[in-house]
């Protein structure tokens, strides 16, 4: 495991929220306990194993540890037997994304450079970790994709891994506390898209026309 | 190849059901030959492709052996010249999965095994192994993909890789007849759903609302 | 980086011209900027990565070089500033698929054969990278897959991909011309397929039944 202690819990955290999300979109699709398992296991883990595969670090990390695969089968429980509780879980699951969303485009571009990556593809990385796995559960459970919808989304990640990869790789500053910085920088964006709205100017020339 | 004589038939066995599979999606499509080759293959060696790239098993299977890719170009051929013969081909298909589901879930834990995992992610490998190619026809053909649908699937996966994990594993039991043993309560429990509709008791609250 | 000269620069300019079919689905998607260069980067580098992935070519080639990504993200840009100039988007979409399907065709096999696979596997290889950045482009934007389509498309990638491998691996002939050969042929009838509505006889029995 090649993560400082801190971007472990963090990860960790941000792989209990994500299999969270998974679960709360498997309750929108009345799916059985398996199902809730299963979509909440490949949104909670999805995104570092795409992250493990293309950099070569291979067995992913879930096949290293099994703390994590036990982290998303004990949320997807937990969610199995409250989500009734809940009044809105779109508006749940939005925001949850949102926090995992800014956790895995941190820990991504640190696992990345811990990897002595080039600063470009760390971000890249970060991007790629925080927005694969609630790609996935939108596919298979066929929602229109979050990175579809026209609020700003994917620069969030995008910001977190930047001003941590600045921060840590290039300007060398001490990691935890830059760590910090980037991640609540993240969020505090997709929590002001979500709260306001917010979206960059779309391109707006003209829709696709059918062929 | 890490696998026993028993396993490898097993293993080749399934990615023809599975490869099956595919032709008589591409079929139901109204795909041309090269579109049945395609899905066909995509369904074949999916879950297995899957399996290698996470546990670095790499160059895949397919690559090391150029067997696998025969056995599903051969498949796509003969179902192409033999579909219109099937009253239902949606039925045959879904049998046929469910043979190619129970399979895949023994030879996945079965190589996880193999390769030294823990008993928890030998189970998981084998689920992803059997539910993976599948998943990927059902996507890419824009079919509403089995894992969705209300009757028992993914159990039936996770039921055989934890009969013959549990057995052979943790047991110590000897491994052909263990496998045998798994492969038949996965198929029985398929087939009950296929034929009785069985299905667990889903997340019933209320399904999700639109934004 | 295993490539000779030629193929680099024919793979660069594939990814480029798939980047820019990304850029132009995100146009007619109406995305914003950072929509325009994540599609532009999956298109682009997807098929390669798969390949580079199965293979166990890892880290992957973009991970390797930023050259890939940098090409990636100023196609967008380009696009992004550029797209309202044409009269009818799908349709140039459509000509530069056309024309990185028929590049990544004979990269890809070119790349499978320096790593030593057989000539089939060389010709499945180079299907593949022709063919997956594309379809991850359809599938995350909710269009219908191109390979779903009826005009022949798949099969201008293995034309490409076979007449390389037989070219340079079997018959032994120079590379460079081979690789151009077989680029204009497998362009030839992706244009004619385009221009003249060319498709195989499809398998008309019948379409699928509802289950």
Chains 1, 2, 3 share one sequence.
Not at 53 to 78: L, N
Request: hydrophobic letters at 55%.
């Amino acid at each position: 495991m090649t993560m400082t202690d801190m971007t472990y819990w963090l990860e960790l955290t941000g792989v209990a929220v994500f299999a969270v999300t998974g679960a709360l979109e498997a309750s929108r699709r009345q799916m059985d306990i398996v199902g809730f398992i299963l979509i909440a296991t490949f949104t909670g883990i999805g995104g570092g194993t795409v992250r493990d595969v293309i950099t070569g670090e291979t067995p992913v990390f879930w096949i290293r540890d099994t703390a994590w695969i036990i982290t998303c089968i004990g949320s997807a429980v937990v969610v199995y037997f409250t989500a009734h509780l809940l009044e809105r879980r779109y508006v749940a699951l939005l925001w949850l994304d949102a926090l995992g969303l800014a956790m895995f485009g941190v820990t991504g571009a640190a696992i990345g450079l811990n990897l002595n990556v080039s600063p470009l593809v760390a971000i890249i990385l970060g991007t790629i970790s925080a927005t694969f796995g609630g790609m996935v559960r939108d596919v298979v459970c066929n929602e229109l994709p979050l990175i579809l919808r026209p609020e700003i989304y994917i620069t969030c990640a995008l910001l977190g891994a930047t001003i941590y990869t600045v921060g840590a790789a290039i300007l060398e500053l001490p990691k935890q506390p830059v760590a910090l910085v980037a991640f609540l920088c993240a969020f505090a964006l997709r929590a002001a898209a979500l709260k306001f709205r917010l979206s960059f100017p779309v391109y707006r020339a003209r829709p696709g026309r059918e062929y």
